[in-house]
């Protein structure tokens, strides 16, 4: 295992499945990729608060010394983007949190990590 790619949104969940990344990611001596896919808006602050999620985890990764690679993407669906980055950067495993910050607007437009775990190419673990 040389690749994981981890979506954060700032939940529990995602700081969990962030963790759960880095604890393979030592084991593997693999790179950890972190994604936050955040909605567009008119104002910068939705810019403002990827950039705040992804500094957090850039802290925790830098911590534990973990390879890493930070991405922020503009985007309306965060499991689409997930599933091309696994596929297109041929990752081996796609690590993401059971439930996110958007986890009552998922109940009208189904689980995130429920297409993620249908449709990625990769290896999925979805951390409580």
Known sequence: MEKILVGIDGSEHSRRALAEAIKIAKKFEAEITV???FYPAPTPS???????ILEDAKVVLEHEKVKYKLISVTDT?????????????????????????????SLFLGSHCNRISCESPANVLIVR
């Not at 439930?99 to 009552?104: D, L």
């Open 46 to 52: 939705a810019h403002e608060f990827s950039h705040k």
């Open 77 to 105: 669906n965060p499991s689409k983007v997930i599933i091309s980055m696994a596929r297109e950067g041929k990752f081996d495993l796609v690590v993401v949190g059971s439930k996110g910050v958007g986890a009552a607007h």
């Open 35 to 37: 994604v936050n896919v």
